[in-house]
């Protein structure tokens, strides 16, 4: 059963993910194949840009951002039994993205009973071009609900 309400979604997350991944994320607006999210911004994610100038994001906390996005994408549009397993990931960063709220887009391009196929886009805050583009796969799993 599809899942529309952000804060339910949020809920999911909090209990599914391991303590090492609860950053904050918001579920800013669930879609029939979309889901957007942003990650507040904290220091303690960005690192001075190579040439020293100013602080962007760590890729590698972008890239799991990227990576709830797409998981919590798919469980809204599979339903709470959902477990999405990634299987690939390709990323191509555009730019650097700067220190502020991090938007992630995450969009369905193709969903079957055992895969989904999907892709995000993520954005600066308030910036109007895109900084990096993720396509991945996901095995899906279904738990027992116990009933």
């Known amino acids: 059963m599809k899942i529309t309400d952000p804060k339910m979604i949020e809920a999911i997350l909090k209990r599914t993910l391991p303590s090492v991944d609860q950053h904050g994320y918001r579920v800013i607006a669930v879609g ?3 889901l957007d999210l942003s990650l507040p911004f904290r ?3 960005a690192a001075p840009a190579p040439d020293g100038s100013a602080l962007i994001y760590s890729g590698p906390i972008a890239l799991g951002t990227a ?3 797409l ?3 798919l ?3 599979v ?3 959902a477990v999405p397993i990634f299987v690939t990931m390709s990323t191509t960063f555009y730019r650097p993205l700067d220190p502020v709220d991090l ?3 995450a969009r369905i391009v193709r969903l079957t009973r055992r895969l989904g196929f999907v892709e995000a886009t993520l954005c600066s805050d308030g910036a109007a071009d895109t900084a990096a583009q993720v ?3 996901y095995a899906i799993r279904h738990q027992s609900t116990g009933s």
Do not use: H, L, M, Q
Request: proline share 0%; glycine share 4%; aromatic share 12%.
């Open 32 to 34: 029939d194949d979309f």
């Open 43 to 45: 220091e303690e994610f």
């Open 67 to 69: 990576d709830t996005a």
């Open 71 to 73: 998981y919590a994408c």
């Open 75 to 77: 469980v809204a549009a």
């Open 79 to 81: 339903g709470e039994t």
């Open 103 to 105: 938007i992630v887009r």
């Open 135 to 137: 396509s991945a796969t």
